[in-house]
């Protein structure tokens, strides 16, 4: 299944910033990036995102969650 318009556009901006700051961006940047006021719909997009095979999520310290682009690795 191919990706939404939004998923593409969620999917571009994550990977500008990621080269912009040399790590994942935080769910609040994408938001930030995106122009969206609702970091649960940002979330939603990036698991669709990690269940296609487009974005990794990583477990980190403490619980936090990182995703990185599935082409990066």
Sequence with gaps: MGLTLRQAEVLKAFRLLQRETGRPPTIRELCRK?????TRTVHDHLEALEGQGKL???RGARGSQAFSSAEAR
């Design 34 to 38: 995106l122009g969206l006021a609702s």
């Design 56 to 58: 990794v999520r990583r």
